[in-house]
Every structure is written in structure tokens, then in C-alpha cells.
């Protein structure tokens, strides 16, 4: 099995983006330049709390 250059990643898919860990990873992640497809599955949360990414980032 190969090995993943972790140097090499440019985009993430993060779940549960909405909220907690996930909202709190794709700022990380956003801040340190990465791209992110952030996904959740309450959309009436994710417009309140993971529409400041978009608009932030």
C-alpha cells in the first residue's frame, strides 16, 4: 500500500460541518489555506453556522 504524502493534500471533505468538531476543523483548516467541502445534513443549522465560513473565507 502506498503511503499518502500528507505535504501533497490540498482539499478536504469534512462532515458534520454544522457544528462542534466539523465547524471548528473547516475554520482550522481554512485559516492554514486548505480548500474544504464542507457538507452537513441539517441545512437550516449549516445556513446559521457554517454560512460565516463562506462569507468569512
Known amino acids: 500500500m502506498k503511503k499518502i504524502d500528507k505535504n501533497k493534500i490540498k482539499t478536504w471533505f469534512v462532515t458534520g460541518a454544522s457544528s462542534g468538531i466539523g465547524y471548528e476543523l ?32
Open 26 to 57: 473547516c475554520f482550522w483548516l481554512l485559516k492554514r489555506g486548505y480548500n474544504v467541502i464542507a457538507v452537513s445534513r441539517n441545512i437550516a443549522q449549516f445556513d446559521s453556522g457554517g454560512g460565516g465560513i463562506r462569507i468569512t473565507y
